[in-house]
Nanobody, 114 residues
Framework: QVQLVESGGGLVQAGGSLRLSCAAS????????MGWYRQAPGKQRELVAS???????NYADSVKGRFTISRDNAKKTVYLQMNSLKLEDTAVYYC????????WGQGTQVTVSS
């Protein structure tokens, strides 16, 4: 059974930092891509950042320069380092893996306070 287990969410003041982790288990095939999405109340889920097997990355314009995605292929784990957090970063953050089917994590809450 495929599982994506996220951790690292929480409450942080604006300007602070958090690091999210997502560990994949039960995936037999190679993971083509992993990424982070987020969904704020009343809004659609949106892509935050993604990283591909070759190491290339992609970021939403709203997080460029503040967030960094990385992965440990051996551990099948993806990380999201979030710096200079803003109130508008508050959302549930979801991990996604493409291997080659798509899988979602259960989500982790990130709340940025003023």
């Amino acid at each position: 059974q495929v599982q994506l287990v996220e951790s690292g969410g929480g409450l942080v003041q604006a300007g602070g930092s958090l690091r999210l982790s997502c560990a994949a288990s039960g995936i037999i095939f190679s993971i083509n891509a992993m990424g982070w999405y987020r969904q704020a109340p009343g809004k659609q889920r949106e892509l935050v950042a993604s990283i591909f097997s070759g190491g290339s990355t992609n970021y939403a314009d709203s997080v460029k320069g503040r967030f960094t995605i990385s992965r440990d292929n051996a551990k099948k784990t993806v990380y999201l380092q979030m710096n200079s957090l803003k109130l508008e970063d508050t959302a549930v953050y979801y991990c996604r893996a493409i291997a080659p089917m798509g899988y979602w994590g259960q989500g982790t809450q990130v709340t940025v306070s003023s």
